[in-house]
């Protein structure tokens, strides 16, 4: 196969971040000439940079001016420009297939399988993960493993330090690191050589986490950090909490690993021991490695610390995901009877975004087959065909990443070369889905990916045997074990022939999918985000390139196609489903994943603390290997948002401290201060214990109204609303009205309030209105709007009225004691006896209304015992 010279044009966001992470760099700016195409840094923020794509127009020394996309002219010094050597993507297919080919036996193999290759980079089918296209044939130094997991420190200074050594070592060369904490003593644990008490480990994970905000990985992001801890340690309650207090670990993501039998103790509310190995063993320092079970098989002695109920940690581990999307739980004893590394390399955590477990010294191997390119338009279906052909190559691909990248440590050579881990994934699911008209989320969906990953599964599965018959199997495999892990059981069962293939000839690699967020390379290559849905069809990115908006393109065409129709129900977007549903379709993938998977469950605003722990029980339940969800505005800054900065409305909740994620789709950037809440107690207007006002009788579509406005400084300060028989919904509705009035009434200093009130209320219609003229009202929100207006007029004359009932009582008092007196001065639709066994008239045009559910009317009343529609006829009898 040759060379395919069909142009790629990238435009916006996707250019810019083309050209600022996977295209080859020009070491050296100074070379920067006249006519060259550019990144030039227009802010320089730590936290926010801005970079513009422009080109050099003039230079005068060291000063250049750069035309950016927009026609902005900007001054800059060199030092501040991203020179590429690479200004295509088809230059960067050319330098990678031919990178990737290189380790092939003979120039025979190289020239067949670099044209195999550029066959599936071309059009963006394959999408490398970002260390390999940033480095392949492009740099000896710079690692093309997305992320390391290092193992635990050994329990002492010296250990710890080494550690941090490896750590910043790894990250400076383009890699994240994924760290479990476990085998650090607790908190106030005796420290023998020194007659002191340990810090404990969640201070350690707090050193790790600031050294990874030093570390700058080629101008463009900050290092990733994963930091982990075990169910029992003691310090497991501290960990779950760091982060709500300032300053203490603030560029790290957070999880905790999570056992079968804590899970059992949470279901059954059972009691939970937080222990750690007895630290006077005098082989202590030689053999603890964090692994718990290990130890104590060894016959080595554990102190208990303390018992807790497993129930409260869940629900500390709960709360705090609810407040702020951390930690996120990862089931280590499943994934570890799942995993295909059973019997040899244990998983000890996660790299940074959590799709890759991992043992000490592992590393992830990463790209991802882009599904948006495998629609058979002629007969919309997937074209299983090409998406076979692409899968097979793939996983050769990836495989020879293993002997092309540069290793600097020993330790990650050896143990890759021993298991040689690949994580195959995908990205354009959403985008595919669309184009087969297949609702995300759908029963019908769950069923589709049941296939298509079945289905990617079985070919890379296939495809690392063939491997393996050719070149040989990872040198820790052993046939019979291998087949037993709880993954291939599964595999075996639906696809026989894959375990006859690995009897016969092997298995090249010990895991073969992984399904990685790939937030930068889908956003480059505009499709859809790993296996998540669309965030939105329209929305604001903010990435260390600037702050971005973005059109989702299949959404823009088919609006563009059909005007004047919405999108059909199969576009759907993350705030759409429902978070059940974006586990099901985890769990659905998850069975053909080796590895794990990057996944966010999106919940609303105003998703409970229950919800949230209906929902990773129910992952557990499933089969995920781990759990994240993501609560609408739970986090004062968002990388995707709906509505842009000058929009949103500021947060008045607690910020919690949050760290950057590499690629991940829903992440903070920056710590946010503690809410100044002593500040609003300040701003808000305590109510004395005396106030007075008016109370004004309006006839509202609901009913007559009683609406009391009273005066705090000579202006409104409180609004009581009582419409309708109490328990009717609208009942409810109207002293909901009156209570958040009455907040936004007492709150700060804004003279202009109760104008800005009547403003946003007046004119508020619903299905019906009553009266005419200047005297005709839309609905209750318009009455209060009146009231407001009348009671303005009033003050200004002075003649207003005082109101007796709602002198002397607070909020919560008002309704109870306001029913009492108007129960005899309301009218209500009562029924008499006429004497002949008949019933008279109804009072029709004084009853109290309330709201039909079947129409949506002001018309439901009360008659002979039932609530019935006089709109619509709906009955419901009470």
């Not at 957070?254 to 949470?266: D, E, Q």
């Not at 909740?653 to 992440?667: K, L, R």
Request: aromatic content about 8%; overall charge negative.
């Amino acid at each position: 196969m040759g060379k395919v010279e069909r142009k790629q044009r990238l435009e916006g966001l996707s250019e810019k971040i083309f050209l600022d992470r996977y295209a080859w760099k020009d070491a050296d700016s100074n070379n920067a000439k006249v006519g060259d195409v550019v990144l030039v840094l227009t802010k320089d923020d730590p936290k926010f940079p801005t970079k513009e794509v422009g080109e050099i127009v003039e230079r005068n020394g060291r000063i250049v001016t750069v035309k950016t996309r927009s026609g902005e002219l900007v001054k800059s010094d060199v030092e501040k420009l991203t020179l590429n050597i690479e200004k295509t993507p088809e230059e960067m297919w050319d330098r990678l297939s031919t990178a990737m080919a290189s380790v092939e036996k003979t120039p025979e193999l190289q020239e067949e399988w670099a044209g195999k290759f550029r066959s599936i980079l071309d059009d963006w089918k394959l999408v490398p993960g970002g260390r390999i296209a940033a480095g392949a044939g492009a740099s000896e130094e710079l690692t093309l493993f997305n992320c390391y997991v290092i193992p635990s420190p050994k329990d002492s200074r010296g250990g710890i330090m080494q550690t941090l050594a490896e750590m910043t070592e790894i990250m400076a060369r383009g890699g994240g690191v994924g760290i479990n904490l476990s085998s650090l003593r607790p908190r106030r644990a005796i420290v023998r050589g020194v007659n002191g008490s340990s810090s404990g480990s969640v201070s350690w994970g707090g050193l790790f986490s600031y050294t990874t905000g030093l570390i700058e990985q080629g101008g463009s992001r900050r290092g990733a950090l994963m930091l982990m801890i075990n169910d029992w340690h003691p310090d497991v309650e501290d960990f779950i909490t760091v982060k709500q207090t300032m300053g203490q670990v603030t560029n790290a993501n957070l999880s905790v690993c999570v056992s079968n039998s804590f899970m059992k103790a949470v279901k059954e509310n059972l009691d939970w021991d937080l222990v750690f190995p007895d630290t006077t063993d005098p082989e202590y320092n030689d053999l603890w490695d964090g692994d718990l079970d290990k130890w104590k098989a060894a016959g080595k002695n554990v102190i208990h610390y303390r018992t807790v109920k497993a129930r409260d940690v869940w629900r500390t581990i709960i709360e705090s995901a609810w407040k702020s999307a951390e930690p996120g739980v990862v089931f280590m004893e499943y994934y570890n009877q799942m995993s295909n590394s059973w019997y040899f390399n244990p998983i000890i955590c996660t790299n940074p975004c959590g799709e890759q477990g991992l043992p000490g010294w592992g590393v992830c191997n990463l790209s991802a087959v882009n599904l948006s390119k495998f629609y058979d338009e002629k007969n919309h279906d997937v074209d299983w065909e090409d998406l076979a052909t692409t899968t097979r190559y793939s996983v050769r691909f990836l495989d020879n990443v293993i002997d092309k990248t540069p290793y600097h440590f020993p330790e990650n050579e050896a143990n890759q070369k021993n298991e040689r881990r690949v994580g195959l994934g995908t990205m354009g699911l959403a985008e595919l889905m669309i184009k087969l008209n297949i609702r995300y989320g759908s029963p019908e969906s769950l069923a589709f990916l049941d296939k298509l990953y079945g289905f990617m599964a079985r070919e890379a599965y296939l495809a690392s045997a063939e491997i393996a018959g050719e070149k040989g199997s990872f040198l820790a495999f052993d046939t019979e074990k291998y087949l037993m892990s709880g993954f291939m059981k599964n595999m075996l069962e639906t696809y026989p022939e894959v375990g006859e293939a690995i009897r016969k000839h092997g298995m090249r690699n010990v895991t073969v999918i992984t399904q990685a967020p790939t937030g930068s390379t889908g956003t480059m290559v505009g499709t859809s985000t790993g296996i998540e849905p669309y965030f939105a069809f329209k929305y604001f990115r903010q990435s260390r390139l600037g702050y971005d908006e973005q059109f989702v393109p299949i959404a823009q065409e088919w609006l563009e196609a059909h005007p004047g129709e919405e999108l059909p129900d199969y576009f759907v977007t993350s705030m759409d489903l429902s978070a059940k549903d974006h586990i099901r379709a985890q769990a659905a993938i998850q069975r053909w994943v080796d590895s794990s998977i990057s996944k966010t469950a999106n919940c609303p605003s105003d998703f409970t603390v229950e919800e949230t722990a209906e929902l990773y029980e129910m992952a557990f339940d499933l089969g995920c290997k781990g759990a994240t969800i993501y609560r609408d505005g739970s986090r004062d800054v968002q990388v995707l948002q709906t509505s842009k900065k000058e929009d949103a409305v500021e947060e008045v909740a607690p910020a919690v401290e949050v760290a950057t994620t590499p690629e991940a789709n829903v992440v903070t950037a920056s710590p946010a201060p503690q809410a100044p809440t002593k500040e609003l107690d300040k701003q808000y207007k305590k109510r004395p214990q005396v106030l007075r006002g008016a109370t004004y009788k309006i006839n509202t579509p609901f009913g007559m109204a009683y609406i009391t406005i009273n005066d705090l400084d000579g202006t409104p300060a409180e609004i009581f609303l009582n419409v309708g028989k109490a328990g009717s919904d609208v009942f409810a509705m109207a002293e909901a009205l009156g209570r958040v009035c009455s907040l936004f009434l007492r709150y700060g200093d804004h003279g202009e309030k109760v104008e800005l009130l009547i403003k946003h209320l007046k004119g508020i219609g619903g299905s019906g209105a009553i009266g005419f003229g200047a005297n005709r009202v839309e609905s209750i929100a318009d009455a209060v709007a009146k009231a407001l207006e009348t009671h303005v007029l009033n003050n200004a004359h002075d003649d207003h009225l005082p109101a007796p009932i709602a002198a002397t009582l607070e909020l919560e008092d008002f309704n109870e004691a306001l029913n009492a007196e108007l129960k005899a001065s309301v009218p209500v639709a009562t029924s008499t006896d006429d004497g002949h066994g008949g019933h008279g008239a109804h009072n029709h045009t004084s009853a109290s209304r309330d709201l039909c559910p079947s129409c949506g009317g002001a018309s439901l009343i009360n008659i002979e015992g039932c609530k019935t529609c006089g709109n619509c006829g709906y009955s419901r009898c009470g």
